[in-house]
């Protein structure tokens, strides 16, 4: 059997990351060969994940990224089990290369393509084993979205200062000259961190899914079935009025400025470069 040395361990473990004992255990096992002994730590991740497939992941961060030129943005998060890991710095570099693998994949919305992105012949689902290998906790990428716009506009992400919330939210104008504006710019930040506070369930209120408007309605026409039936409807539509302006995006009231909607607050940002904006999506991701 092949000398195993304290300087084979040590480089194994600055190769891998993992714990001297791991290292040690690793490479006895592959009699001192390297290359087997990364591959029997990577197994240990991998066995790990499945061990623990029914863990829940209520912990993790949120992170953003944007190109260059403003066209592309993406938003993701990557949960865990606990808040130890989630503030560990193995946890946080992964997460940080989550966004570049975001920002990489050819998909705009689906977890898996961003699992099977490769950079520098890597995998994100390699990036993860050997996180999990490190930490014993299960780990996944909870969510993930990219905006990528089409025609003028601009695209304002924003993620709190612990990270455990972020939000991204696309903006379509008249022109290019009012994307690039201060103020259109500073508006689309405010909208961004607006949502983050509010969490708003659909942009307008065509947004909100049928179902959840019937339960409502159901909901509140039962709270008032005793009153009489000619003032019913009017009660349960100022009830439903309230619904909206509590859950739909531009029928919000601004948190920077609750004697205006979001609608008139982009809508009057818009009007000071002369031209027009609409907000075409958000999305919003929380973990913990």
Do not use: W
Request: hydrophobic letters at 40%; aromatic letters at 4%; charged letters at 30%.
């Amino acid at each position: 059997m092949a000398e195993i040395t304290a300087a084979l361990v040590v480089k194994l473990r600055k190769m891998s990351g993992q714990g001297m004992m791991d290292c040690k255990k690793a490479l006895e096992e592959a009699n001192g060969n390297m290359d087997e002994a990364m591959a029997i730590l990577r197994k240990k991740g991998l066995a790990t994940l499945a061990k623990r497939a029914e863990r829940e992941t209520s912990q993790g961060l949120v992170v953003s990224r944007e190109s260059d030129e403003g066209k592309t943005a993406v938003l993701a998060s990557l949960c865990c089990e606990t808040d130890f890991v989630a503030n560990s710095d193995d946890f946080a570099a992964a997460a940080a290369k989550l966004a570049d693998y975001a920002m990489a994949c050819s998909a705009d919305d689906r977890v898996d393509s961003v699992l099977a992105t490769e950079l520098d012949g890597v995998k994100y689902s390699d990036v993860l084993t050997e996180l999990v290998s490190k930490t014993g906790e299960k780990t996944l990428v909870g969510d993930y979205a990219k905006f990528r716009l089409d025609g003028p506009g601009l695209i304002s992400t924003y993620v709190h200062f612990n990270s455990k919330v972020g939000t991204m939210v696309q903006i379509g104008t008249g022109d290019d000259s009012t994307a690039a504006s201060e103020q259109m710019k500073r508006t689309g930040a405010d909208i961004a961190m607006h949502i983050t506070a509010t969490k708003p369930m659909a942009l307008d209120k065509g947004s909100v899914a049928p179902e959840i408007v019937e339960r409502e309605k159901s909901i509140y026409a039962e709270q008032v079935q005793n009153k009489p039936a000619n003032i019913v409807g009017k009660i349960v539509e100022g009830k439903m009025r309230k619904f909206y302006e509590e859950n739909c995006l531009l029928e919000q009231k601004f948190v920077k400025d609750d004697t205006k909607t979001v609608a008139q607050v982009l809508e009057e940002a818009a009007k000071q470069t002369g031209s027009t904006a609409k907000i075409a999506r958000f999305v919003r991701f929380d973990v913990g």
